[in-house]
């Protein structure tokens, strides 16, 4: 079984940047980050495949966040920056435990989850 830990969430200001972090244990394939704001559904934010090799962001992000692993240490980072109040919300770390080839934004074919981190985007 694999466990997962983010952290790093806190209230920063528009504009700023934070960094997420996603602590694995166990061996995991495709990562990615879910987001849910308050009284909306979990959605994804970005994906990245066990060997980086297949990257994909959500259109809302796209341009100002970056998904990023370090197999050595088995972390996922999520750099977000020019941050928006609409990027507030709980964020999940997430992971498959097979191989894929692609990255998949669909929630279901994720197998493990962390149990979130905070963030708040004030104006």
């Known amino acids: 079984q694999v466990q997962l830990v983010e952290s790093g969430g806190r209230l920063v200001q528009a504009g700023d940047s934070l960094r997420l972090s996603c602590a694995a244990s166990?061996?995991?394939?495709?990562m990615g980050w879910f987001r849910q704001a308050p009284g909306k559904e979990r959605a994804f934010v970005a994906g990245?495949?066990?060997?980086?090799?297949?990257?994909y962001y959500a259109d809302s992000v796209k341009g100002r966040f970056t998904i990023s692993r370090d197999n050595a240490k088995n972390i996922v980072y999520l750099q977000m920056n020019s941050m928006k109040p609409e990027d507030t919300g709980v964020y999940y770390c997430?992971?498959?435990?097979?191989?894929?080839?692609?990255?998949?934004?669909?929630?279901?074919?994720?197998?493990?989850w962390g149990q979130g981190t905070h963030v708040t985007v004030s104006s």
């Open positions: 997430a992971a498959q435990r097979s191989y894929s080839i692609q990255v998949t934004t669909n929630h279901l074919l994720y197998d493990y």
């Open positions: 990245i495949s066990w060997n980086a090799g297949s990257i």
């Open positions: 166990g061996r995991t394939f495709g």
